[in-house]
């Protein structure tokens, strides 16, 4: 069973960054595609970008249309990291970012972003 823990979330400004990070533990995190996931105020969960396992080499990486182009994941298998770069914010990306992995989900960090 892994365990997920996301931190990194904050206030910032429109137009700003953030780099949101899921450290993993159970398990080294190289055998596992790792996903980032949203839920914004009244709405539903929804899919942000993934990144696949080790065996698939170059990684491949997916990421949700509105978000193409502003935000970038990688991992660290070193480090059990997966992060999740996020520049041009927009007050759209407003929501709690969850990992998940292994039907394994973190808590969630909080990601606000002002007009």
């Known amino acids: 069973q892994l365990h997920l823990v996301e931190s990194g979330g904050a206030l910032v400004q429109a137009g700003g960054s953030l780099r949101l990070s899921c450290s993993v533990s159970g398990n080294s995190v190289e055998h596992y595609a790792i996903g980032w996931f949203r839920q914004a105020p009244g709405k539903e969960r929804e899919w942000v970008s993934c990144?696949?396992?080790?065996?698939?080499?170059?990684?491949?990486?997916e990421y949700k249309d509105s978000v193409k182009g502003r935000f970038t994941i990688s991992r660290d298998n070193a480090k059990n990291t997966v992060y999740l770069q996020m520049n041009s914010l927009k007050p759209e990306d407003t929501g709690v970012y969850y990992c998940?992995?292994?039907?394994?989900w973190g808590q969630g960090t909080q990601v606000s972003v002002s007009s």
């Open positions: 990144i696949s396992a080790k065996t698939a080499i170059p990684y491949r990486t």
């Open positions: 998940m992995s292994a039907n394994s």
